[in-house]
């Protein structure tokens, strides 16, 4: 699978950019990405539907406290410790 055309548009960007510092610094006689435009309609290339985070207090661990582990803290004790 290709890249996407988001990440193909930060290529190019920089790839401008450095073109661009070429021509500016006199290490080039011309900015040959000068014309290029960005790449149409990224927002409709989505390769990878998101979602939104969950609001607190409505996950699989809701009711859970985050520093008790299932089994018990006595587990989580050094053997030779009391």
Known sequence: ???????????????????????????????????MSKLANAAADVRHARRDFAPRGTGPAAGRRPDKRPDGPESRRHPLRR
């Open 1 to 35: 699978m290709g890249k996407s055309i988001q990440t193909a548009n930060y290529y190019l960007t920089a790839l401008k950019g450095f073109t661009r510092w070429l021509w500016k610094d006199r290490r080039s006689a011309a900015d040959p990405l000068a014309g």
